[in-house]
């Protein structure tokens, strides 16, 4: 729980440092440095779900309480995504599986995903 929650604060604070550069300049060049984080958003991603080695990466995901409505985006492991997708779609954790979940999520890119199926 410890190291989570470390892991959680660290990533809070890459957020608040690009947040903080992304306000230093705000003339034309906001629109360029936004689509700049996007982009390297979208790269830390798909480089989250494309790992498959013991070391894992993080990702920025947005989630959405079904209930409420409310959206946050929290840090979460790659691989903790893509076996959402798995059990989501029912799609086997088989070569095949994981290469149509990859390639699913690429599409999908960062926007935020609705998972509704209850877990046992």
């Known amino acids: 729980m410890v190291v989570l929650a ?3 604060e660290s990533c809070n604070s890459n957020m608040e440092r690009h947040a903080s550069v992304a306000k230093i300049d705000k003339s034309s060049t906001t629109d360029s440095l936004g689509r700049a984080l996007e982009y390297e958003k979208y790269l830390n991603f798909v480089s989250a779900i494309e790992n498959s080695s013991t070391f894992n990466y993080f990702t920025v995901a947005t989630v959405k309480d079904l209930t409420s409505g ?3 985006e929290i840090c979460v492991k790659g691989n ?4 959402a997708v798995h059990q989501e779609l ?3 954790y088989d070569h095949e599986g994981m290469k ?9 890119g960062t926007d935020t995903s609705s998972f509704v199926k209850k877990r046992p």
């Open 80 to 83: 903790f995504l893509s076996g």
């Open 6 to 8: 470390s892991l959680l």
């Open 70 to 72: 409310a959206t946050k």
């Open 100 to 108: 149509e979940v990859v390639e699913y999520m690429k599409a999908k």
């Open 90 to 92: 029912n799609i086997d």
